[in-house]
């Protein structure tokens, strides 16, 4: 069964920096466009970066250049890097990926406070 695990969240500082991990179990990663989407409080789930399977990547406007995306299939694992985080921030990642329907993961809390 295919599933996605996301890990890595937590509380940090305005400025710092946190890593997401997604690994996929159930299928090999490698042929898959896997993105990564975040829901803050009372907001809509909004697609931030994903990374196709030929490693092209697309990031949304308010996260470009603070937020790489990368992928390590022999891992299994794709990783958001997020660096220079704002308050704005705050919110549950996920990760995601469609095969003959959509896949979520679980989703990590990231939290960014002073």
């Known amino acids: 069964q295919l599933q996605l695990v996301e890990s890595g969240g937590g509380l940090v500082q305005p400025g710092g920096s946190l890593r997401l991990s997604c690994v996929a179990s159930?299928?090999?990663?490698?042929?898959?466009?896997i993105g990564w989407f975040r829901q803050a409080p009372g907001k809509e789930r909004e697609g931030i970066s994903c990374i196709s399977s030929s490693g092209g990547t697309l990031y949304a406007e308010a996260v470009k250049g603070r937020f790489t995306i990368s992928r390590d299939n022999a891992k299994n694992t794709v990783y958001l890097q997020m660096d220079s985080l704002k308050l704005e921030d705050t919110a549950v990642y996920y990760c995601w990926t469609f095969s003959t329907s959509a896949y979520w993961g679980q989703g990590t809390q990231v939290t960014v406070s002073s």
């Open positions: 159930g299928f090999t990663l490698d042929y898959y466009t």
